[in-house]
């Protein structure tokens, strides 16, 4: 049997990887374990709210509604879009992709992934300001991210 060439070796080797799944990416402050369980619970999602990078996305969304310079109250604004994409503009839509994948991880890294949102739930508290008619919208009122006063401008 002849021999096979290296070169040829690595272009089979290159051609097979291109068009296999892509590996999943690390989500920033998880751990490889507990990201890959976030890639598998999105993976397996038929919801349409969960999506492949969903989770990514959303915690992105999350720290940079929070994190704006200054101590004035944050408002969270509606999207106006409902696609999958654009309803990341209303941050309490990322945050609650953060509590369906919370209800689905592992308990490993649902601990991993808590621990990262807990001080941004902390923090979503103190710079917002609560809502004093929730009462009156029962459907949104038993959220507690929606008993917060929204529909202004995020950054004044």
Not at 33 to 46: K, Q, T
Not at 82 to 103: G, I
Request: glycine residues 8%.
């Amino acid at each position: 049997m002849p021999r096979r060439r290296p070169r040829a070796l690595r272009e089979e080797q290159a051609l097979s990887h291109v068009g296999g799944p892509t590996p999943p990416f690390r989500i920033h402050g998880l751990s490889t374990g507990a990201s890959l369980a976030v890639h598998r619970i999105e993976g397996l999602s038929r919801g349409s709210s969960i999506h492949p990078g969903a989770t990514d996305r959303a915690l992105r969304r999350y720290r940079e509604f929070l994190h704006p310079p200054g101590r004035r109250p944050l408002y969270p604004q509606e999207a106006f879009c409902s696609c999958s994409w654009c309803s990341f503009d209303d941050v309490r839509h990322a945050r609650d992709v953060l509590n369906e994948v919370l209800e689905r991880l592992p308990e490993r890294a649902r601990g991993e992934l808590g621990r990262l949102v807990k001080p941004l739930d902390a923090l979503f508290l103190r710079r917002t300001l609560p809502d004093p008619f929730a009462h009156r919208r029962p459907w949104r009122a038993r959220l507690w991210l929606y008993r917060r006063l929204a529909d202004r401008s995020e950054w004044g």
